[in-house]
């Protein structure tokens, strides 16, 4: 039985996002950064363990690991391990990660304020400069 990869909406809402951003500029890139993501999704899917685990304070995010799109590692890929592969939360640029990092209230620890924006930004929530 082939793995399974199970895409939130949120994840396929980003990465529709980011082929139309790099197609802007480079049709043939958007197609190699698909292809890309989808390459790094069967592989995570295979060994769901490969990917970096992101420590949250939040239970519900626990086991939610990341890994960078090969070809692309501007772009990481959010995801939780499963029985039979990976559900994939969100696929962000570290450019948006790190822009939460340094919205993020400026109290706590690096670390701390590195958490608090990756967790925004897994959960979709907005922030006041993406609203504007």
């Known amino acids: 039985m082939s793995p399974r990869i ?13 082929a139309c ?11 190699r950064f698909l292809e890309a993501v989808e390459a790094s999704l069967i592989a995570l899917a295979r060994m769901p363990h490969i990917g970096v685990g992101r420590h949250f304070r939040t239970p519900k995010f626990a086991d939610v690991r990341m890994w960078r799109v090969k ?7 959010f995801y939780r391990p499963r029985k039979q592969g990976i559900e994939v ?3 962000l640029t570290a450019r948006e990660i790190s822009r939460r990092f340094f919205e993020a209230q400026t109290t706590g620890t690096a670390d701390e304020r590195w958490r608090r924006a990756t967790r925004s930004a897994i959960k979709g929530e907005e922030t006041s400069a993406s609203m504007v």
Do not use: H, M, P
């Open 6 to 18: 199970v895409r939130r909406t949120l994840a396929k809402r980003d990465i529709a996002q980011i």
């Open 21 to 31: 951003f790099i197609a802007d500029d480079n049709e043939a890139g958007a197609e």
């Open 71 to 77: 070809g692309f590692e501007n772009y990481l890929i």
């Open 89 to 91: 939360l969100r696929s």
